[in-house]
Each structure stands twice: as C-alpha cells, then as structure tokens.
T-cell receptor, first 114, second 114 residues
Framework: DQQVKQNSPSLSVQEGRISILNCDYT??????FLWYKKYPAEGPTFLIS?????DKNEDGRFTVFLNKSAKHLSLHIVPSQPGDSAVYFC?????????????FGQGTTLQVKP | KAGVTQTPRYLIKTRGQQVTLSCSPI?????VSWYQQTPGQGLQFLFE???????NKGNFPGRFSGRQFSNSRSEMNVSTLELGDSALYLC?????????????FGPGTRLTVL
C-alpha cells in the first residue's frame, strides 16, 4: 500500500505563474513532511518541511500547506522559474521508532516554460 | 560544510557478484539512511544506521546489508546481485535525534547489473 501519493505525474506551468504540487497521505501517525527537488542522476535536494503541528511554512518562493483533516499537503512555488523544472517528491516520517525512515511519493515532474 | 558524498558514482557489475557502496555523511551527523530508487518502485527505504547500530530496516532481502563506522561513515553491501538490483542508490544523513530531523542526500551511486 502506498502511504504517500502524488497523483499528478506531471505539471506544466508558465514562467512567473504559480506552481502547485499536491501530495496525499494515509498514515495519520506521520508527524513531519518534507519536499525535495530532484534532477536526473542526482540526489534529492531538500526544499522545505513542515511539522504536523503547523498548517503552513514559508521559505522564499516556496510555501508548504498542510491540511491534517484531509491528509493533504501542497507545495506552492511563486513565481515559478525555468530553473524550477525538476521532479518534486513529497516525503513523510513518523515518530516512535521510525527515525531515519522517509516514505516518499512517486514524484511529480514540473516543467516551467519560459 | 561539505555535503554528503558517495563513492563510487557509477558501477557496472554482473549477476552473482557483490558490491560495496560508501557514504560519508555531513560532519556532525550521526544518522545515515540508505534508499533505492528505481523507475518502477520509486524511492524506497533500505535501512538506517545511528551510532554504528542498525536502528531501522525496510522490506528488502537479506542480500542487502550495511554497516556504520565510528566516524559515522557508512557502507552498503549487496551480495549475489540480480538484474533487478540495477538502481540509483542514495544515502542521506541527519542528526538522527528525532524523526523530524531533516535528511540531506548525497548524489547517489548508479549501479548497473548485467
């Protein structure tokens, strides 16, 4: 069973507009969520995270929103830039003996067109 | 601070052989986690080491093993290689104290099994 799901395999956005990437999860025990950006043949790069006690976290052009009741989080990128084109993964972790283990979604490929 | 480093970056092996991959964490990080990325299964957690002890383990066969040294460097070993072991192997390091510690990834080792 897939505990973290990114239902949109791809997203195309015009430069300067907002990109919204979505992620759903099923495990209510998850207490920490992260977004990573990945280029082919490279390791994921950490973008932003959010604890389950918050509903929003902002860092520059990146904002993550968490809706615990809906078990849904989203990453907003404003304004989008061509350099943002990459695969974006959401990931989650749970407490109580599961340190060091992240559960990843399947990824969403973002293309930002100039 | 130097990031997470992995060696080698690329490896080609044949079925039945074994392979050892190395990961050096960010200075001061005590936790090292290993992940396998394949097109079909995405990013999957292999195991995590903290203070030279395996603290968490994913659902992989016993052919996949690892260890951690006193300087926090970690190695991963795969024995009796199968074609399906071809993947990008990623390691990530973190402080390791809680499940909310952010993991930072290395560039990965691309393993091809022929």
């Amino acid at each position: 069973d897939q505990q973290v799901k990114q239902n949109s395999p791809s997203l195309s956005v015009q430069e300067g507009r907002i990109s919204i990437l979505n992620c759903d999860y099923t495990n209510s025990m998850f207490d920490y969520f992260l977004w990573y950006k990945k280029y082919p043949a490279e390791g994921p790069t950490f973008l932003i995270s959010i604890s389950s006690i918050k509903d929003k976290n902002e860092d520059g052009r990146f904002t993550v929103f968490l809706n615990k009741s809906a078990k849904h989080l989203s990453l907003h990128i404003v304004p989008s830039q061509p350099g943002d084109s990459a695969v974006y993964f959401c990931a989650a972790s749970e407490p109580f003996g599961n340190t060091g283990k992240l559960i990843f979604g399947q990824g969403t490929t973002l293309q930002v067109k100039p | 601070k130097a990031g997470v480093t992995q060696t080698p970056r690329y490896l080609i092996k044949t079925r039945g052989q074994q392979v050892t991959l190395s990961c050096s964490p960010i200075s001061g990080h005590r936790s090292v986690s290993w992940y396998q990325q394949t097109p079909g299964q995405g990013l999957q957690f292999l195991f995590e080491y903290f203070s030279e002890t395996q603290r968490n383990k994913g659902n992989f066969p016993g052919r996949f093993s690892g260890r951690q040294f006193s300087n926090s460097r970690s190695e991963m070993n795969v024995s009796t290689l199968e074609l399906g072991d071809s993947a990008l192997y990623l390691c990530a390091s973190s402080g390791g104290d809680t499940s909310t510690d952010t993991q930072y990834f290395g560039p990965g080792t691309r393993l091809t099994v022929l």
